[in-house]
């Protein structure tokens, strides 16, 4: 095939390279973002310091949710768009997700400042790190609008075709936070306000990077006018903020963790002879060291993730499994590796953020060894997690991405805790690192065994031309219909009479043809979207399968109705052909009772109960689909010029009354 995607034909060892070492770099950046604070903060001002910063940090954590949930939400809506060619809805979009990031960012840095004592005494903040976190937390509270605008406008960047300015915007701030820590903890001797001044001052250059970015956008065109407060619509920032979903959820869960473990910690540390601040202080600098070898298996998984997700669609296996091979292997042997770390030299690792007295040593090696005892389970479950979400399995991936975390962990801290105390709280690491690898591997072994199983052939209906009422006029009519209706038919028997073509699976087979992706896959996933479709929109969110199998169909729907008289079936033909004045719009719908009858007589479905659940699932993800296209509902009658139920006239009286309506707009 000319022109073949690369996803398709490259190496898969370099196509590996090219994806995922840029990934990796922002996300051990990132990470690193959060760590260096600490670093210095335990040398120049000691452990209590540090604890302090782990009471804040779910403050930071929820403006990172917000920043990511607008972020690769505009960069999905942009990459939507401009696939559909529609720059100006593409630019609207981007325009709505930095207002409302700059909306949030500026309320969340007031009930900051205002409510930070009761803040931090939800996270688990003690009263020997109060002050300490109090000082901490509100100079941080100043660059936090900063750090969310720039991470959302980092994400559109990255979209926009410019990795590297994104990467280096992030990497300057990192750098400098990196310098000015020691210069104001040290030669300011400013404590932990001096952190938070250097971390807040990185993150404006990092922010003001970014927006010196805007007027160089490559794909569309960012003006004043876009962010006029008739432009800025809640409907337009709640699409927007959907498509990056999963980034919110993602991020939600961790401050959720964190609030739960420091508050355990406390309770249960002030039980035992480590006392409540040394729990704190080191198991938050436990899963900060644990996140930077996590977020190297997450930028290798993540990387390969649109290498999966478009050879699984081409049903080109062999390449999926490969890839996913190569994956794992990367993936296990850094969790092996950082295994061997945690076991064998746990002292050394927590020095670097200072020392502290015997008690805090021994609770550091013993947290090192006994919460991540398990850690090579992550090279297993991060990138199960991606896999699925690379192949659109939403329910999987949802199940792989929270289990370790809501699941598991907080529910093993609470049940563990109670029964152990301070050691159980340790347990519940490796507890739900265990099961969530169980799962994940089970899942995995399942999917890849029967990758390549299942056949679909496509058809193309056959272009009967019966001329028994031939209509001289360029006339299209689209039409909708709920699943068992018999609307298919009926837009045959429409075709038939009228003598025009009628576009159905003719989609499936241009599609797979012009986008590389098998037949197969096409129809499988063509015109569905489930419930949990916006999980799937993981690190590489910007567009994927899904969105271009409707940018192509929307191409070839243009494409038909202007070269000919026809009828479209499904696809949002009706939306994306609603300004043109030669289109009929149908709806067709039918009781559930008759639905099932004919699902029954025509696809084999055996029982009534089965029958009723596969028209429910089959119409959800139709709504769900068209409302996700089109932002409009999909049983909307006013969406339509004609709403016929089929079981009162059958299918032939309703394809008659479609010729009828059509000759008489004929004659218009």
Not at 335 to 357: C, M, N, V
Request: proline residues 2%; aromatic residues 10%; positive net charge.
């Amino acid at each position: 095939m000319e022109n073949e995607n690369i996803l398709g034909t490259e190496k898969i060892g370099k196509l590996i390279r090219k994806f995922s070492v840029p990934c990796i770099i922002s996300l051990v950046v990132n990470s690193l973002y959060n760590i260096v604070d600490q670093i210095f903060i335990g040398w120049g001002v000691g452990y209590l310091g540090n604890g302090a910063t782990n009471v804040v940090f779910p403050l930071t954590m929820i403006c990172l949710a917000f920043a990511l949930m607008f972020g690769d939400g505009s960069s999905a809506y942009m990459s939507l768009k401009l696939g559909e060619k529609k720059k100006e809805e593409a630019s609207k979009g981007v325009a709505n997700g930095i207002a409302f990031a700059c909306i949030i960012a500026v309320i969340f840095f007031l009930i900051t400042i205002i409510f930070l004592p009761q803040l931090i005494n939800v996270f688990g903040c003690t009263d020997a790190l109060r002050e300490y976190a109090l000082n901490y937390g509100y100079f941080i509270a100043i660059g936090l609008p900063f750090m969310m605008i720039g991470t959302t406008l980092n994400s559109i960047i990255r979209a926009d075709g410019s990795p590297k300015y994104a990467m280096t915007s992030m990497l300057t701030g990192a750098i400098l936070n990196i310098i000015l820590d020691p210069v104001f903890i040290f030669v300011f001797n400013m404590g932990v306000e001096g952190a938070a001044i250097a971390t807040s001052i990185s993150q404006f250059v990092t922010f003001l990077m970014n927006i010196l970015y805007i007027r160089k956008f490559k794909s569309l065109s960012i003006k004043k006018e876009n962010f006029k407060k008739e432009n800025l619509k809640l409907s337009l920032a709640g699409k927007v903020s959907m498509l990056g979903i999963s980034s919110f959820i993602t991020q939600m869960a961790i401050v959720v963790v964190m609030a739960v473990e420091n508050n355990l910690l406390a309770k249960y540390g002030k039980e035992s002879e480590f006392g409540s601040e040394i729990p704190i202080t080191v198991l938050g600098i436990v899963m900060k060291i644990s996140q930077i070898l996590n977020s190297v298996i997450i930028g290798i998984a993540a990387g390969t993730q649109p290498i999966i997700g478009y050879n699984y669609g081409a049903g080109k296996y062999d390449r999926v499994k490969k890839a996913l091979k190569i994956v794992l292997t990367l993936s296990v042997a850094v969790s092996t590796f950082a295994f061997i770390l945690f076991q064998t030299i746990p002292d050394k690792l927590i020095l670097i953020f200072g020392s502290g007295d015997a008690l805090y040593m021994e609770f550091a090696c013993l947290a090192f060894r006994t919460y991540l005892l398990l850690v090579i389970c992550n090279g297993i479950q991060i990138p199960t997690g991606i896999f699925f979400q690379a192949i659109g399995k939403g329910i999987k991936s949802a199940i792989i991405s929270l289990s370790r975390q809501i699941l598991f962990l907080i529910p093993a801290f609470f049940i563990l805790g109670y029964l152990f105390g301070i050691h159980g709280m340790l347990f519940a690491g490796p507890f739900a690192d265990g099961l969530a690898f169980i799962i994940a591997s089970t899942l995995l072994v399942l999917e890849v065994k029967s990758l390549g199983r299942t056949s679909v052939k496509s058809r193309a209906l056959i272009d009967n031309k019966i001329k028994n009422d031939k209509i001289n006029k360029h006339i299209v009519i689209t039409i909708s219909r709920e699943y068992g209706s018999g609307g298919r038919y009926v837009g045959r028997l429409v075709a038939n009479r009228l003598g025009i073509k009628l576009y159905d699976k003719e989609f499936v087979i241009k599609v797979a043809k012009e986008t590389g992706l098998s037949e197969e896959y096409v129809e499988q996933n063509e015109q569905k979207r489930s419930v949990l479709a916006p999980l799937n929109n993981g690190y590489y969110s910007e567009y994927n399968n899904s969105d271009e199998l409707f940018t192509k169909e929307s191409e070839l729907i243009k494409e038909f109705a202007d070269k000919e008289s026809c009828v479209i079936i499904g696809r949002c033909a009706d939306n994306i052909l609603e300004n043109r004045d030669n289109v009929v719009r149908v709806f067709i719908y039918g009781t559930m009772e008759n639905k099932i009858k004919r699902v029954i007589k025509h696809y084999g479905i055996e029982t009534e109960e089965k029958a009723k659940k596969e028209i429910e699932r089959i119409d959800k993800q139709r709504g769900n689909h068209y409302k996700y296209y089109t932002g409009k509902e999909w049983k909307n009658f006013a969406n339509y010029d004609i709403c016929i139920n089929s079981d009162i006239l059958g299918v032939k009286k309703s394809a008659e009354m479609i010729c009828s309506i059509v000759k008489q707009k004929e004659l218009q």
